[in-house]
């Protein structure tokens, strides 16, 4: 109370959210898209145990923000006061920095403290735990610095001769291929990436993050690989003999499993080249062939001095990629045409033709966020938000607020489902008392869909806790806090509402009745198994193996 006590007439203006988890999901929101952290601060106990997911959110997803939560006095430490939690204990694993506050005097310098190192080097969260009587006490007019080893998160310069080495194994490929993370996007290294891929005349892949960072309307990019990636990409990952992987950390949902791709590397049928800007994600789950600690942007920079290649050796590759694309295009066209009710795969493309370019695009996690991963193009880089390492099912509605709060000029699509909608759906009381129109579509299946896909497929059929029934009603949720709705019925009726909402700047929610039968995201790469084992749509008959 006493810190925003210190708020009133300033220029400050605190945005109240409903929930401190949405209040954190909307700092993440924020900070993607300004590129600049966003300040959370909530009360003691329950409210900093309520930033928790939050916070792992931002951490596995490298986003940078602050959290400053009250604490008790310090006389009370350590004696079950009211609302008191070792809130230091909880979230060390998960942030970059923390620190308690035990003097006026540090107070100031531990919050520009925990602000800078939230966007040194590898970015994420951090957190300072402000108790009661500091809070109270009068500011004395120095400051106590604080002592942090800030060398830790900045990387050293490229190693040449690494550099050097990787742009000889480039150069010399047959079928190199770009693996894209999110820390290209943080780094601004998207024109590296594409200068690199055009002289090397190689397909870009991309982790779910990193499907922000790449225009999809670039014709070297494949698409996203992984669990629910693009079968293109996936058979582009598994037939390369040269992996440049940018930015990456190797996630288990990119790669499905780490044994071929091992035992690749090993004997040197894939020579596997990683840059990172944090040292200790080199040789975590994969050891490469070279290792190269550096900012992604630099590394790149330095790694096009040294390739001097302009080659069309890769055509056939590039052509085999993209007939698998097509196929894959034609099969879903046959199927979403032949399904009742709408079917997600054809309700993105209607979106995507109804949202301008620059359409700053949220999703909720569930069904619909794995089709937006294989259908949603991106256009501009940054404009793709969505919660990939943590995967937390509520993180649409807050974070699109957040976006439109880092841009209120640029229209901003929350694409949810019904089940993460209803996580945080109090949020969007925000949208008309601070002026925030954004444009909800609820993929709205009634069910839990991506846990009742694995219920269907390997437990057989046994479903058990994943459906919901009819209720609430969407319509009279969006009635509730003043905001238009509609349900369509026809694929014309959705992109007119949507395009009309998103040209002229006002909010709507859109109820999309999917039948659940239906809705099965594929390619999937059931979990455990190698990319080339993807499950295909029904009448796709392709293999993922070159030959």
Same mark, same amino acid.
């Given at each position: ?345 054809? $309700? &993105?493309?209607?979106?995507? @033709? =109804?949202?301008? *370019? ?5 999703? %909720?996690? !569930? +069904?619909? /966020? #794995? ?28 974070? $699109? &607020?957040?976006?439109?709060? @880092? =841009?209120?000029? *640029? ?5 949810? %489902?019904? !089940? +993460?909608? /209803? #996580? ?124």
């Amino acid at each position: 109370m006493t810190l925003y006590d210190a708020l009133y007439d300033q220029e400050i203006e605190p945005i109240l959210f409903r929930h401190e988890q949405g209040a954190m999901h909307a700092a993440e929101g924020y900070a993607r898209v300004s590129g600049k952290p966003a300040v959370v601060a909530v009360t003691s106990g329950p409210g900093a145990t309520n930033v928790v997911t939050g916070l792992t959110n931002a951490y596995m997803d490298s986003t940078p923000l602050v959290v400053i939560t009250g604490q008790v006095a310090t006389n009370i430490f350590g004696r079950d006061g009211f609302q008191e939690t070792d809130i230091l204990g909880v979230v060390t694993p998960i942030t970059k920095f923390v620190y308690q506050v035990r003097k006026p005097s540090e107070a100031s310098s531990a919050f520009k403290t925990a602000y800078e190192i939230s966007i040194l080097g590898r970015p994420g969260p951090t957190l300072i735990d402000l108790p009661r009587d500091i809070q109270i006490a009068p500011a004395p007019d120095y400051e106590d610095k604080i002592v942090v080893n800030r060398e830790k998160f900045i990387p050293p310069p490229p190693d040449v001769d690494k550099t050097r080495l990787a742009a000889k194994y480039l150069s010399e490929a047959e079928r190199p291929v770009i693996l894209v993370g999110g820390g290209v996007l943080w780094s601004g290294a998207t024109p590296e990436v594409l200068e690199l891929a055009k002289t090397l005349y190689a397909p870009i892949v991309s982790t779910l993050p990193g499907k922000a960072a790449i225009p999809h309307d670039f014709p070297l990019y494949m698409g996203p690989a992984g669990m629910h990636g693009r079968a293109e990409a996936d058979a582009a990952l598994a037939n390369a003999d040269v992996i440049l992987a940018v930015g990456t950390r190797f996630s288990d949902r990119t790669w499905g499993r780490f044994k071929e791709l091992i035992e690749y590397v090993k004997s040197g049928r894939i020579k596997l080249i990683h840059i990172d800007i944090d040292k200790s994600e080199i040789g975590k789950n994969v050891k490469p062939t070279i290792g190269i600690v550096g900012d992604a942007k630099e590394t790149l920079r330095l790694l096009l001095d040294y390739i001097h290649v302009s080659s069309f050796r890769n055509q056939k590759f590039i052509d085999w990629l993209l007939e698998i694309r097509k196929k894959y295009e034609e099969t879903m066209a046959k199927i979403s045409a032949s399904t009742p009710a709408f079917h997600p795969w054809k $309700a &993105l493309k209607i979106l995507r @033709a =109804a949202a301008p *370019r620059d359409t700053i695009t949220v999703t %909720g996690v !569930g +069904s619909h /966020q #794995m089709w937006a991963e294989i259908v949603w193009d991106v256009y501009e880089p940054g404009t793709f938000i969505t919660s990939a390492g943590l995967g937390t099912m509520g993180f649409c509605v807050p974070a $699109a &607020l957040g976006a439109k709060l @880092a =841009a209120r000029e *640029r229209p901003v699509l929350c694409i949810d %489902g019904d !089940g +993460s909608f /209803q #996580m945080t759906m109090n949020n969007l009381a925000l949208v008309r008392d601070y002026n925030l129109p954004i444009v909800v579509v609820i993929f709205d299946n009634r069910a839990l869909q991506l846990v009742k896909q694995w219920q269907i497929y390997l437990y057989q059929r046994r479903i058990i806790a994943t459906e919901f029934s009819k209720r609430p009603d969407f319509l009279k949720i969006a009635e509730a806090y003043d905001i238009d709705a509609i349900r369509p019925e026809s694929y014309e009726q959705l992109e007119k509402a949507v395009a009309k909402a998103l040209r002229n700047n006002e909010p709507l929610i859109v109820d999309l009745t999917i039948d659940s039968e239906y809705d099965i995201v594929l390619p999937w790469v059931k979990p455990g198994d190698w990319l080339t084992s993807a499950i295909l749509p029904p009448g796709m008959d392709v293999k993922l193996t070159y030959e």
